[in-house]
């Protein structure tokens, strides 16, 4: 069965300091992965997308790898600020008799002044 | 460019009343989506069009229909609503079916 999981599913940190979200797939054949972030009562916006052969890719404090060996990636926030209070999804795409997009749940993050 | 723009913004419906959501995009993609996303699940895919002409069932199609009117247009309905169907709908657009999705900033469906 397709499926994305994250974890952990909510997460309070403090101003200034790094988090790390992770995403477990078993998506396949895989396309795509992609990182949005979705903030409270709007829809999400993408921060990053990965392909089979990358590694890892940044948005400003916004870093993600992936490992399509393990399917396993992870989103690293840097230097948080409160306005990375949001929710993060991880959506993997595949390619499976035309094509099929799978969201995970989403970490709530909450970042505290 | 106003992007993908999604028509009520709030909407509260009676068991059994029917109503159409509206969605529409200006940045010329060919793929269009309607999701909805309940409390704690990630979003759900209802119905797609992956080019103008063309529509197909996602996940949890039961109880809607679509029309895509035009390459800019990619309407929701329900015919007959139930309280099942209270949820945040989301349309999203991208070039093609494996690219980056943009999404609308929702309708919030009450069916009492």
């Known amino acids: 069965k397709n499926q994305v999981e994250q974890s952990p599913q909510s997460l309070i940190i403090l101003e200034g300091k790094n988090c790390t979200l992770q995403?477990?797939?078993?998506?396949?054949?895989?396309?795509?992965l992609r990182w949005y972030k979705q903030d409270t009562g709007r829809g999400p916006v993408s921060l990053t997308i990965?392909?089979?052969?990358?590694n890892t890719k940044s948005n400003g404090r916004y870093t993600a790898t992936l490992d399509a060996d393990t399917k396993q990636s992870s989103l690293h926030i840097t230097a948080s600020q409160l306005s990375d209070s949001a929710s993060y999804i991880c959506v993997v795409s595949a390619a499976i008799g035309g094509f099929k997009t799978i969201f995970g749940a989403g970490t709530r993050l909450f970042v505290k002044a | 460019n106003a992007g993908v723009t999604q028509t009520p913004k709030f909407q509260v419906l009676k068991t059994g009343q029917s109503m159409t959501l509206q969605c529409a995009q200006d940045?010329?993609?060919?793929?269009m989506y309607w999701y909805r996303q309940d409390p704690g699940m990630g979003l759900r895919l209802i119905y797609y069009s992956a080019s103008e002409g063309t529509t197909d069932k996602g996940e949890v199609p039961n109880g809607y229909n679509v029309s895509r009117l035009n390459k800019r247009e990619f309407s929701l309905r329900l015919e007959s609503a139930a309280p099942s169907q209270t949820s945040v709908y989301f349309c999203?657009?991208?070039?093609?079916?494996?690219?980056?999705?943009?999404f609308g900033p929702g309708t919030r469906l009450t069916v009492t």
């Open positions: 940045m010329n993609h060919n793929s």
């Open positions: 999203a657009s991208s070039r093609g079916p494996l690219d980056e999705q943009y």
């Open positions: 990965m392909t089979f052969s990358e």
């Open positions: 995403c477990n797939y078993t998506v396949s054949p895989f396309s795509n």
